[in-house]
């Protein structure tokens, strides 16, 4: 039977397919009779329906097993999309991916499917493969980018009037929407040095452009530092970094510093991640900002099932900088979750926190400045909308800023489109 075939019988619904014949003969034989007067048609559809999925399966892994994985990757695709929770379907996608070292899609494959109650020897297949993947990898290539029409990007408060030096003065200028081009890309090299070390090299870009070149904000980056890889899924890492950004197209700032990392996998399902930074950073033209700036990152990631998994993060920032009201210390909470329907829509929700205080009083505005920001972000996809790999996605973030000095509330949506692999 023809892919296009298939496809047509397995968009009817998949829930009722992956019932074994066997277990619908018996469901009919031991009904009411009234039960048992459904229409034989219904029943035939049914049956149908399920031969489809059984072709398809038996289709999919000949394609593997023959040795003709791109074969396989399309109806695999199709099969997970129509039923995320079926572990063996999405292992096998994941390992038609591996063989032709699609590392990325491989590894969120796999990494997904260890969300179900998998046999110890399945599980322990997982993590060969996860091994393996880490051990080949040279080269990690991430990109993306996003149209993002905003309510408030240049964050303006909304309130009509401030205090400076205890004299009261009127703001004529509110918010203003504008759309941003939101550009990211981050290139890494990883060549070997020993079984369990490889160097690393990277280069980062994170732009958000606008029609008006005054709201515009790049950011470019470097890093160079080594990679301890070691059993059940632990890697160590550290070295040095540097930065430039830029605000309104002129230099703003550069940093250089240094860098540690450290990742492990708590259990099958969870991992655990951990970044420390330590970085002097210089202003071009604010020479008060100038200073050092301490960061912690930590983030943990569970699937809970193949098709929910959740996410949190926690971080800590302190600032010492020539003027102690440019100085202080931020820390942040963010939750998330991820669900996947049958049918292949995938929907995600992140929520933030930061709280921010500053080290001195604003000789300007007489006050020492503490700010609460928060923030919730919705997005969703479809498997089915997909070119070469990459799944159109939308996010609408909501945000929203409260300061003790008036100037910095701020209030802020986005609505953003753009392309991503992680389906």
Known sequence: MTYL???????????ILILPTLAVAQDMSGASPATSQAPAQQVSQQVLLQRAVLQAW???????????????????????????????????????????????????????????????????????????????????????????????????????????????????????????????????????????LNARVSASLDARLFENSGLNDIRAGGEIGLVVNADGGRAAGFGLTASRRWISSAAYSQSFGVYGTYETRMNART?????????????????????????????????LT??????????LTQT????????????????????????????????????ERRGGVSNLFQTTRSDRTTSITVGMLHREFEFTGYAPRLDILLERRNSTIPLFNFRNARVSVGLTRSF
């Open 306 to 315: 193949p098709t929910f998994g959740l996410r949190g993060g926690a971080f």
């Open 271 to 303: 991992r655990l991640r951990f970044r420390g930074d330590l970085e002097r950073i210089r202003h071009d033209t604010l020479s008060n900002r100038d200073g050092t700036r301490r960061r912690a990152q930590l983030n943990l990631i569970h699937v």
């Open 58 to 196: 038996a289709e999919a892994s000949g394609h593997v097993r023959a040795g003709r994985p791109r074969a396989a990757i399309p109806i695999l695709e199709r099969l997970v999309t129509l039923a995320p929770g079926e572990y063996r379907f999405r292992l096998e996608l994941a390992r038609a991916y591996y063989l032709v070292e699609d590392d990325e899609k491989a590894a969120f494959h796999f990494e997904q499917s260890l969300g179900a109650d998998l046999p110890e020897a399945t599980r322990n297949a997982v993590f060969q493969h996860q091994a393996r993947i880490r051990a080949r990898k040279r080269w990690e290539a991430q990109f993306s980018f996003s149209i993002a029409p905003e309510a408030n990007p240049a964050r303006r408060t909304d309130a009509e009037t401030i205090s400076i030096l205890n004299e009261e003065f009127t703001l004529n200028q509110q918010a203003e929407a504008a759309t941003a081009l939101h550009v990211t890309g981050r290139l890494t090299y990883l060549p070997r040095i020993s079984r369990d």
């Open 320 to 355: 010492k900088a020539v003027s102690a009201a440019e100085s202080g210390v931020q820390a942040g909470l963010s939750l998330g979750a991820t669900y996947v329907f049958d049918g292949g829509l995938m929907t995600a929700v992140d929520l933030g926190h930061m709280r």
């Open 5 to 15: 075939k298939l496809r047509h019988l397995l968009g009817a619904g998949l829930a």
